[in-house]
């Protein structure tokens, strides 16, 4: 009597004991440190090359089309696949940046050579940042989503902590050359991890495809990405937790970046006060990271999320009021768990609810909020607070933040919304 075998069961492995998802996480974290040596090297050269006021139209131009390339970025991930695009973005960053260190070792910096580095920085940024976002849904199961999001959160607090003194370093010894180099060093270095990742084929993308595709013209990149849109607008979860991100975002990022120094100078706490508080922060949202790398799944994600946004907005407010440094910093390790946990819930979320086909311009439209439209509050907030004080202005963008929380919790597919098993 023949019988029939059945399969054997394939065992999930945690996404921190996955050799894909490390490699990945290696490249991610090499080249969001490339990011921060980058940074410093370019403002430290825009600042020995001019004034105060070409230092910030030096940084202000290279976030200028990160913001207007981005959604076009999604499209292309999804047209070429994110895997591809990553790779060529680093690729070129590395080559833009090593550029300039071998141009600095002829001639001192220029400013028109500054601004036109970060211009083309900035552009492909605007590749990179989709890309790398709609990557985790193909380089393990869903089932890991909310780990690979702990651990990009655990990356990107070790890219914070190491980026800056490691830019300082090279900075004091060779001058903006050998910070520039440096940082194209570790975008070189992300590109043999980025090869060596296996993609998982996504379901939708593994089917026949139509039998009138071939006869079809292909579509535009304003064709895909209003079919991107029309795709987020359909779908209510993720038309609800992208709003939360967009509603939350404005709230918390004139605070806790602009706010806080202005809430230091107030008290007269200082830059080592204002230290204090920011690795307060950064404690907080490790130890959320962790949590969810370790832990890997947390039950009613959709309501979790939520009510963290919640929770965090009220640590926001508090901040103002702390008496001290030490309440300040103790409040902003509050702030970095609640918002942090519900950051990568969102972002874990976000990744399952879109369709596979969808995923490098829904990321775009996520990551377009969080990096090029919330940053927009800053002038804002540094002219309500010198109308109003800190007090007024900290619980106005408290209230902003919570309300993205309410807004979540008012829709009931996000409230029940889970991750998968």
């Given at each position: ?6 399969p ?17 996480l ?39 089309p ?92 070790a ?24 940082a ?33 013209p292909?579509?535009t990149?304003w ?23 967009a ?28 230290g ?34 919640v ?15 030490a ?11 609640f ?5 990568s819930?969102?972002?874990?979320l976000?990744?399952?609810?879109a369709e ?66």
């Amino acid at each position: 009597m023949t019988g029939i075998i059945a399969p054997a069961r394939t065992i999930e492995r945690p996404a921190h004991r996955d050799g894909n998802v490390l490699r990945w996480l290696g490249a991610y974290t090499a080249s969001m440190i490339g990011d921060s040596v980058y940074f410093m090297a370019l403002a430290w050269a825009a600042t020995r090359t001019g004034s105060a006021a070409q230092t910030g139209l030096v940084l202000a131009l290279g976030s200028l089309p990160r913001a207007v390339l981005m959604l076009g970025g999604g499209v292309l991930a999804d047209r070429f696949g994110p895997r591809r695009l990553v790779i060529g973005s680093d690729a070129a960053r590395s080559l833009v940046v090593l550029g300039l260190a071998g141009a600095l070792l002829f001639t001192s910096p220029a400013l028109w050579m500054l601004i036109v580095v970060a211009l083309v920085f900035g552009a492909v940024d605007a590749l990179f940042l989709p890309a790398v976002g709609a990557l985790p849904p193909r380089i393990s199961v869903p089932g890991q989503l909310a780990r690979i999001q702990g651990l990009r959160g655990l990356a990107a607090r070790a890219a914070n902590v190491v980026g800056a003194p490691l830019g300082g370093a090279a900075i004091a010894l060779g001058g903006p050359r050998l910070g520039f180099a440096a940082a194209g060093v570790l975008f070189a270095l992300s590109l043999p991890l980025l090869i060596a990742v296996r993609i998982r084929p996504l379901q939708e993308e593994s089917g026949p495809e139509p039998e009138d595709a071939a006869s079809r013209p292909p579509a535009t990149v304003w064709q895909e990405l209003a079919d991107g849109l029309r795709h987020i607008r359909r779908n209510r979860l993720l038309g609800a937790l992208l709003l939360v991100v967009a509603i939350s975002e404005l709230g918390f990022v004139g605070p806790l970046n602009l706010g806080l120094i202005l809430l230091a100078e107030q008290r007269g706490w200082g830059a080592s006060g204002m230290g204090w508080i920011v690795a307060g922060f950064g404690t907080g949202a490790g130890a959320a990271a962790l949590l969810l790398a370790v832990r890997g799944r947390v039950p009613r994600a959709g309501l979790v999320g939520c009510l963290m946004v919640v929770i965090a907005s009220v640590a926001i407010g508090a901040l103002a009021f702390a008496p001290s440094v030490a309440m300040a910093t103790a409040t902003g390790v509050l702030v970095g768990l609640f918002a942090g946990l519900a950051g990568s819930l969102c972002a874990a979320l976000i990744q399952t609810a879109a369709e596979p086909a969808y995923l490098g311009r829904v990321t775009s439209v996520s990551t377009f909020f969080t990096n090029a439209v919330s940053p927009l509050s800053y002038p804002v907030t540094g002219a309500a607070v010198a109308a109003w004080g800190t007090g007024p202005v900290f619980v106005a963008s408290a209230a902003l933040c919570a309300a993205g929380g309410v807004t979540g919790l008012a829709v009931t597919v996000l409230r029940r919304a889970e991750l998968p098993d």
